[in-house]
């Protein structure tokens, strides 16, 4: 049974770096797209973006440029770093497995927030 | 990016009721279409994947159905355990987006 399980700091000081780490157990990296999606009662669910086994990567253009994702094999974990946060980058923070050849979210970890305040 | 709407919100229904959520998309999708639902202070599950497809495990009280733009998650009989918020998805074009939710509370 593959599980998920986000960890993070729940509270991250405004233009500062908002770092995320996903540990996966009972499963393999393999044939997955590894992926981040936010939850927040302004904009709903936001798809972050999703990284490959091989590298490949996507990224939500409207974070593009902030957000970088990496796989560690060897730990069974991926990261999301979000570089220069606001406030509006307050949400609930998910880890998700999709499924690749069918674009969906079929494993979810149960999600950890991260408020952006002073 | 491919913008989601969802009718409607909230909807009020009781149990063994009929219950359609739609979903429509601002421009045709073809069948890159998933649904979720999601409980109070949980993460969202897989229901329906491409349209219509029933993910494993998931009661077959819940259909979907629609192609293009314009998709419907039905509930045949509403139990109890279905009261959530539901969201479509969309795959067919980067940046994937989801729609805004349909709350399904008891009348």
């Known amino acids: 049974q593959v599980q998920l399980q986000e960890s993070g700091p729940g509270l991250v000081k405004p233009s500062e770096t908002l770092s995320l780490t996903c540990t996966v157990s009972g499963g393999s990296f393999s044939s997955y797209y590894w992926t981040w999606i936010r939850q927040s009662p302004d904009k709903g669910l936001e798809w972050i973006g999703y990284?490959?086994?091989?590298?490949?990567?996507q990224y939500n253009p409207s974070l593009r440029s902030r957000a970088t994702m990496s796989l560690d094999t060897s730990k069974t974990q991926f990261s999301l770093k979000l570089t220069s946060v606001t406030a509006a980058d307050t949400a609930v923070y998910y880890c998700?497995?999709?499924?690749?050849?069918?674009?969906?979210?079929?494993?979810w970890g149960q999600g950890t927030l991260a408020t952006v305040s002073s | 990016d491919i913008q989601m709407t969802q009718s409607p919100s909230p909807l009020s229904a009781s149990v063994g009721d009929r219950v359609i959520i739609t979903c429509q998309a601002s421009?045709?999708?073809?069948?890159?279409l998933n649904w979720y639902q999601q409980k109070p202070g949980k993460a969202p599950k897989l229901l329906i994947y491409d349209a219509s497809n029933l993910k494993t495990g998931v009661p077959s009280r819940f259909s979907g159905s629609g192609s293009g733009t314009d998709f419907t998650l039905t509930i045949s009989s509403l139990q109890p355990e279905d009261i959530a918020t539901y969201y479509c998805?969309?795959?067919?074009?980067?940046?994937?987006?989801f729609g805004p939710g349909s709350k399904v509370d008891m009348k």
């Open positions: 998700a497995r999709c499924l690749g050849v069918i674009m969906a979210f079929d494993i």
């Open positions: 421009q045709d999708i073809g069948n890159y």
């Open positions: 998805q969309q795959y067919d074009n980067f940046p994937f987006t």
């Open positions: 990284f490959y086994h091989n590298g490949n990567t």
